[in-house]
């Protein structure tokens, strides 16, 4: 089965500051990798995703992630953060193949303060 | 283009009662899944309909079902409700099936157990 680990439960960084926001994941099989962000009394927005290909992906709003196979990671990152960044990210994977099942990791709270 | 959206937003049930969710999902999106999302447990996975049959199902007991209809459309089913039933219920919606198809999520209905 696979999991996903997001050891950093909050990060507090000030605006224009970068960040990285860590994730794990462990799976038998290969994996397809998602970022999502979940502001206050909303669902879940995708930010970006990994299926092939550069291994550097671009998403929205200035986010980027790498995917890195030796280390089974995929960690997100922003050079500079604006207040309205403020909010959850979820990591997430799922399996090469048909089915469409999310497993997610735990979430990080990014919280920008002035 | 019209996102996911759910009905209701919002709504309070008491213990042994049973509710219906709806999902609409975006325009010519014909898969749709859906996740409870808890403080305790975080977003885990409950069912996928595609072409109006259940593709894949999480660990959830049978009080949990779901049906999609033809135009898509979908509703999950909880019966006899339990205080633990209390979450954030979402409905994302993809193209089609296969795990590299990005899943566009609803805003949720959050449900409350009295």
């Known amino acids: 089965a696979q999991s996903v680990t997001q050891l950093d439960s909050q990060v507090p960084v000030f605006e224009e500051a970068p960040v990285e926001l860590r994730c794990n994941y462990s799976?038998?099989?290969?994996?397809?990798l998602f970022w999502y962000v979940q502001y206050p009394n909303q669902g879940l927005q995708l930010l970006l995703k990994?299926?092939?290909?550069?291994?550097l992906v671009k998403g929205i709003n200035g986010f980027e992630a790498e995917f890195n196979k030796s280390q089974t990671s995929f960690h997100l990152r922003k050079p500079s953060v604006h207040i309205s960044d403020t909010a959850e990210y979820f990591c997430?994977?799922?399996?090469?193949?048909?089915?469409?099942?999310?497993?997610f990791g735990t979430g990080t709270r990014l919280q920008v303060t002035l | 283009k019209a996102g996911v959206t759910q009905t209701p937003r919002y709504l309070i049930k008491t213990r042994g009662q049973q509710v219906t969710l709806s999902c609409s999902p975006i325009s010519g999106h014909r898969s749709v899944s859906w996740y409870q999302q808890t403080p305790g447990q975080g977003l885990q996975f409950l069912f996928e309909y595609f072409s109006e049959t259940q593709r894949n199902k999480g660990n959830f007991p049978g009080r949990f079902s779901g049906r999609q209809f033809s135009n898509s459309r979908s509703e999950m089913n909880v019966s006899t409700l339990e205080l633990g039933d209390s979450a954030l219920y979402l409905c994302a919606s993809s193209l089609g099936i296969g795990s590299n198809q990005p899943q566009h999520f609803g805003d949720g209905t959050r449900l409350s157990i009295l």
């Open positions: 990994y299926l092939s290909g550069s291994t």
């Open positions: 799976s038998s099989v290969s994996v397809y």
């Open positions: 997430a994977v799922t399996l090469t193949g048909t089915a469409s099942k999310l497993t």
